[in-house]
Structure formats: structure tokens, C-alpha cells
């Protein structure tokens, strides 16, 4: 059952994964919220794990960064593991000051720019949305912790490191006022496509690292131990 990227078994995989990018928030997630949890692949350093959340079963595990990455994880969890929903748990750069450090976003669509879809099926649109039954879900887990979330577009980038330009506005500012873009991460579009041509669910909880508009930024240990109120939602809706 293992494949060349995990080497988990059937049934080691509950139907619900939380994917947060990095594999060492997926560790401090396993050891701080579920009950007995298990790791049940670690090839490449990619960790996963098992337990239970409140008596019920759920997975954790890292998706690295980047669409490719987790075009990878998500297909062969959701073909080869029969996992059924995955939210992905990240971090983004603000676009506004709508949005700011540790603030909570809900992705209502995925924009990019990314050749993902119409490379792996054919799509060629530039927008892919979550699924709206577990948005629905993620809303209630929110609201019942008083957990405040701000919900819009985000924008999946290919680029981390884009070559400075002269152009004004800037790029991100015509994301922003064209495309209503709320902030910035690199993996949510690829996962709401896999999601969609497989017939699964998928959402994104993002918590704000940094930002565009303002100097604030967050630490690396910050950003894989503090981003807790996002963690708390996800696990609310399994």
C-alpha cells in the first residue's frame, strides 16, 4: 500500500487530514492536541501522524511547499489512503491591512497564475474554490470557540522569490485590487483542483506570518508553535 512518498499502510490514514506545509507543525500538532497519536510515514522527512481529537480519529501531516509538493501528498492521500477531507493549515503573507499578523483567514477561492491544473487535467481556469460543505463546517468550529476568521480569495503563487520591478502598482497590489486577493501562500490552488477532479473535499485555514503593507513578521518557532487558534478550528470540524 505505501507508495514512493509514504509509507503508510491502509487504514493507517483517518478520513480526515489537517495539512500544514511544514512537517515539524504537523509534529508539534500531533504531540500537543490528539490523543495517542501515531507516526505513520516519515519518508523524505515528511511526517504524519494518527490519533484522535476529541474521541474521534484524525491525520496530521506536512504537505512541504509549493504545488508540486502537495499536488503529490494530496492525490496519492485522497487515491491511495482513502482520506476523503483535507484542510490545509499554512501560513500567508498579507496583501491588506484587512488582514494582519495571526489573524485567521478562511479561503473562499484559490487565484494563480500556476499551469497546475491544465497541466494535470485540463483545467484552465485561474480560480479553484474549496469545498463548501467543509467551509460551512470550519465557519461553526470558528463561531463555537469565538475564534474570528476573515474570509475571501487568496492567491497561490508559484514564486517565491520574484525579481524586483519598477512596475506601479505593484504585482501584488494588482492581485489585491484586481482579483480582491487577500494574501499570499503557494499550495491551496493545486489541493482545491485535486479535491474537485477526485471528487473529495478540501479548505484552507491560513494564519497571517507577515505582510506587505506593514513590517511585522513572524519566526520560524512562531510560525510551526503559535499558530494555535487555526490549529484549534481545524480540529473543531473534524
Known amino acids: 500500500m505505501s507508495t514512493p512518498h509514504n509509507r503508510a499502510e491502509a487504514g493507517d490514514f483517518a478520513k480526515t487530514v489537517l495539512m500544514p506545509g511544514d512537517p515539524l507543525r504537523a509534529k508539534f500538532i500531533a504531540e500537543t492536541f490528539l490523543e495517542s497519536p501515531r507516526l505513520v510515514t516519515d519518508v523524505r522527512g515528511m511526517l504524519g501522524y494518527t490519533g484522535t481529537y476529541q474521541g474521534k480519529p484524525v491525520s496530521v501531516m506536512g504537505s512541504g511547499m509549493g504545488m508540486p509538493s502537495i499536488g503529490i501528498y494530496s492525490y496519492e492521500l485522497y487515491t491511495q489512503y482513502g482520506v ?56 461553526e468550529s470558528a463561531a463555537r470557540q469565538g475564534i474570528p476568521l476573515i ?41 482545491f483542483h485535486n479535491a474537485r477532479v477526485l471528487g473529495r473535499n478540501a479548505a484552507c485555514l491560513l494564519t497571517i506570518s507577515d505582510s506587505f503593507v506593514s513590517p511585522e513578521i513572524t519566526t520560524a518557532e512562531q510560525r510551526q508553535t503559535s499558530f494555535t487558534a487555526m490549529m484549534r478550528v481545524a480540529l473543531g470540524a473534524v
Request: aromatic fraction near 10%.
Open 84 to 139: 476523503e477531507n483535507i484542510v490545509r493549515i499554512g501560513s500567508a503573507g498579507s496583501y491588506t491591512d484587512k488582514a494582519k499578523l495571526f489573524d485567521v483567514v478562511l479561503a473562499t477561492g484559490a487565484y494563480s497564475e500556476s499551469s497546475y491544473a491544465q497541466v494535470q487535467s485540463g483545467d484552465t481556469a485561474d480560480i479553484q474554490y474549496p469545498s463548501e460543505g467543509l467551509n460551512a463546517a470550519l465557519r
Open 151 to 191: 474570509e475571501g480569495v487568496i492567491h497561490s503563487g508559484d514564486v517565491f522569490y520574484r525579481q524586483p520591478s519598477d512596475a506601479r502598482p505593484a504585482y501584488w497590489e494588482r492581485l489585491r485590487d484586481e482579483k480582491g486577493c487577500l494574501c499570499v501562500e503557494m499550495e491551496s490552488f493545486a489541493l
